[in-house]
């Protein structure tokens, strides 16, 4: 008997599980996928070209709060649960709608749905979004140049246009963003490693994604959405802890499953974090992951030109998936705020329009900053009008990329980064290296 599926994502776990466990499975049949915590990603097909022979006219994509009367409408037999940063008791509600509407809930076990690399992988996760990935990500592919490595990164998917055209996307100049029409949060992701001369894989199918990677690697770098789990086995599992979120490592999916998978456990932010929430989280390391070697690491905020921002009345531009489902309450641009003598943090929510407006009444736990949204190019525009309209002297950008690159301003900018540093021994380097050499000696 075949049985009748809906898969719940968000625009890129969903589709790598539809690829590896659902795809040309006589067993299922994938009525539709359902999305939420992008805006504006349901709506969409997922194209027969990629869907397979079951499916010659693609599977439809449906807004997650549909879930109830799909399953009725289509008699649905299973749901699976394929998307992350969702507290377990958010899953659970989930799961009861599932099976009061008389549907199997299931999540798909992590290490399934890795798929074997012929070359070494590093991957490098977190048990929530916003620990500080991707500057670690870069300091792990620093590191592993040294030991004259040959580097490529593949990134955890984030395809929220055409479906079709990003099945592989290959990312090693700025010409490249532009041909994929990227949004901000890709450019976040990309832009920074491809300074660093880096080049990173992305799109839809990470099996074929993986046969081109490794054409041109010695070691593949995972580097993980959210707190997702990796696309690929690890052969070094890097996990990133946020002392700031101090539990969130035990009431987070599938953030707790990577905090038992971890080799390295690298605890992040200690130079900002109250010490008793630093330890709070040592101890939930050695307790349920007691194999990870913990790494202590800092997230230093680098400010250019400082001195611009004393007395000044500033607007803070922090990460979007950081503030939204990351549900943190601020960034490195608050902190650069006050380290340099703002006179004051402007509230941009009185200035908001369109889908800027919207992300507020969504995630109302957002204060008096503003996420950089940009998941499409009316929201580029929306977050460009916010910006213009808020009433302050100097905006700080707190993204991994050159926001004025791609918004135009009407005001003095000054741009927050942050970077990966150790706190104290043992190094990550001195960890990872060892780790490495383990591997080849096994």
Known sequence: MVERVIIMGAAGRDFHNFNVYFKDNPRYEVIAFTAAQIPTIEGRLYPPELAGKFYPKGIPIYPEDQLADLIRKHQVDLVAFSYSDVPHVEVMHKASVAMAEGADFILIGATYTMLKSQKPV??????????????????????????????????????????????????????????????IEEREEYEPLVDQGIVVYAGVDYDQILKEAEEETDVIVWDGGNNDTPFYQPDIHIVLFDPHRAGHELLYYPGETNMLMADIAIINKVDTAP??????????????????????????????????????????????????????????????????????????????????????????????????????????HDLERTIKSADCDLVLFATPIQLTRILSINKLTVRVRYEYRDHDHPLLEEVLRDRLEAQISS
């Open 122 to 183: 590093v991957a490098v996760c977190a048990v929530r979004t916003g620990c500080g990935k991707s500057q670690t990500t870069r300091k792990v592919c620093t590191i592993l140049r040294k030991l004259n490595k040959k580097i490529v990164v593949v990134r955890h998917p984030m395809p929220y246009g055409d479906l079709r055209t990003q099945v592989v996307q290959r990312f090693s100049s700025y010409d490249d963003f532009e041909r994929h029409q990227c949004t």
């Open 275 to 380: 010490p008793a929430q630093v330890e709070q989280v040592r101890k939930s390391i050695e307790q349920h992951a007691p194999r990870a070697k913990i790494v202590l690491a800092e997230s230093p905020v680098l400010v250019s030109n400082p001195e611009r921002i004393q007395g000044k009345r500033v607007l803070v531009v922090e990460d979007g998936p950081t503030l939204t489902h990351g549900e943190m309450p601020y960034g490195a641009g608050v902190i650069a705020a006050k380290t340099y003598g703002a006179a004051d943090i402007v509230d941009p929510r009185p200035y908001a329009v369109g889908t800027i407006q919207e992300t507020y009444r969504r995630y109302p736990h957002i204060g008096p900053l503003l996420p950089a949204m940009g998941y499409s190019r009316n929201q580029i």
